[in-house]
């Protein structure tokens, strides 16, 4: 088996191994051939394209053992005997890793779950490739592949990735509306959290970056949701439970950016969403993947803000959802439990209505392990409660009291 196999030496990749493996075969590859090619070693070797190369380890070169027959039938010699013919068509297709696979038509990565086109791209291009290269291609990679909706992929989906080895592509001009663009781009947050719902169809996001270093919660990132505030295409803006003029996603919106404030000040980065659920969802796979920890997400959580309505206007009493469907999808999401033992700390009145709930963005945060709870505030539809909603004093209380909870649940 000598000459199939070669040891990784420090410094080695998988591009660098495969074009010198065909350079001593007398063949100089194109870019998009090395990377078919790449692609068909590490598949033979089941190495990860997205981890380091291991030094040390033995590799089957075999696959490309074939290659070295087919230099030999062809240059200056281009007589061909049947008998080699015959050969090369008993190789078993999979280890026929040579030209013949250079005809096909693309090159295919399956989409695995949590993987978003921007991230998929990102692997293939290098973490380094700047944002803006990668929105071009990402946005190549969506129109080679015929996708509406690149926020939507699913899982298993064969994408035709060859575009992405065509480094014409890098500067492609795109229009703009048809850009797509880094789901979570940095916002300067020097000057405090700005969000304001925009009017747009969908889920509005924003993602900032805290600027403190030592905090209690440097290190994590916390999805924090203000429930409602947006546009739909199928009912319009959505203003969440409405009474008496009073609308629900305005105190979501303030508890919201209050909370986000708070985070960041204690070190966590914040992604604030608002707007449609179900385009919120669709942000879960990319939050997982850019700002989780590659494996049970435990630096990741998920906080949704809402206010409550009854036709009981003496309901009163802030209270928590949570998402358990399945019972093992997250058994260990007991963030609710944090946060209620720090409301009850600064004494805030609970009311037991809270339970477990079907809500989307809950169970697609739980697909991801991403602990996650609803929070509902209080009750709009009660007078004296409203009147509190709108105190400072209780904002800033509960919004205190949310952030203790949530850096208890870390150390849980
Ligand atoms: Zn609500």
Redesign the pocket.
Known sequence: MSGSTYTVTSGDSLWKITNNIFKEKGKNLADEDIAKNVKILAEKNNLDLNSELPVNIELDTSCFDEAKKEVKNTGENTNTNTKQTKEKQKVDPENLMTDSLFEQEGVFHTVEPGKSLWGITKEYLGEDTPDSEIASMVTALAEANNIQDASNINVGTQLDISCLFDDTNLNKEVDEDKQITDPFEEKDYSNGVNFEHDGSVGAKQEYYKSTVENGALSGKTIMVNA??GGVNSATGFDP??AHDGYE?WTY?QEYAEELSEKLLAQGADVVMTQGYYKEAVKLIPDFAEKFGDGENNDNLKLVSI??NYNANSSASGLCYYWSEENGALNPDNDLYKSLREATDKYGLDYNYSSGETAYKLLSGANEYNIDNTIVEIGFLSNPQERAKLESEEYKDALTDALVEGIINDYKA
Do not use: D, F, M
């Open positions: 429930g409602h969440g439970a629900e979501n809402h206010a």
